[in-house]
């Protein structure tokens, strides 16, 4: 008598190339570069994502990514309009105000990449090179404590807050691992960004007209990912006599 059981156990990683879904969080410092350069300094971001890698080690990707900076350049030339002779900004009670400037933002980036298996632990982990496009914004914030200063609050802000977009380009070379355990798969390497934009608001109190010029900016950056792979599970046949 011949019995027949299906029973499904993992892929082995070291073993076999698997396409997965791969949701992911990510961290990059970056460096300005290009016009953006002379508004804000170093920047990090904190990005989510899917990427999708096939079984020949194509790799696809969407994620959304925030930008967060605390430096910003020549806030007294942004200000000037509403601060006093020696640099301060009165409140609605005759009193300096306490505001913070912060750099935010955020980048979408679909992108298609391949994995290289070199040097690779598996043939799932290796060289991972991508490339793709997206779209990218940045403001200034200022951050009033209370509101109690209404010349940089509520809508009067925009008017300082340097608003721009535009399309962006994206790449990214680096490692990336892949591992049996659902726990251990990361990527770490170098991203590129370089983005046309133009100011998205309708008057400039800097420069007291709207802003019609376009810009380039770019960001040099160094970035790893955690991820968790999802992937079918592998049917193991057992034969009895």
Avoid: C
Avoid at 179 to 204: H, I, P
């Amino acid at each position: 008598m011949i019995l027949f059981a299906n029973m499904h156990g993992q892929f082995q990683i070291r073993d076999s190339v698997v396409a997965a879904f791969l949701p992911n969080l990510s961290y990059s410092y970056q460096f300005p570069g290009g016009d953006i350069s002379k508004k804000y300094g170093d920047n990090s971001t904190i990005g989510v994502g899917l990427k999708y890698k096939t079984k020949k080690n194509f790799m696809y990707s969407f994620d959304i990514n925030f930008i967060f900076g605390n430096e910003v350049k020549n806030a007294d030339s942004i200000l000037w309009m509403v601060e006093t002779s020696d640099g301060h900004i009165m409140d609605g009670n005759g009193l300096f105000a306490l505001y913070t400037l912060y750099e935010r933002g955020y980048n979408l980036n679909f992108s298609i990449g391949k994995i290289f298996p070199i040097l690779n632990p598996n043939p799932n982990s290796g060289l991972l090179i991508s490339g793709g496009v997206g779209y990218m914004l940045t403001r200034m914030k200022i951050d009033n404590q209370n509101q109690t200063a209404p010349q940089i609050s509520g809508d009067y802000a925009k008017g300082y807050d340097m608003l721009t977009g535009g399309i962006s380009l994206n790449q990214f070379v680096g490692w990336y691992f892949m591992s049996n355990s659902r726990v251990l798969n990361f990527y770490g390497g170098f991203e590129f960004q370089q983005a046309f934009t133009k100011n998205l608001r309708d008057w400039d109190f800097q420069s007291k007209q709207k802003d019609n010029n376009n810009y380039f900016d770019y960001f040099i950056g160094i970035k790893i990912g955690w991820m968790i792979p999802i992937y079918k599970r592998a049917p193991d046949n057992y034969y009895y006599n």
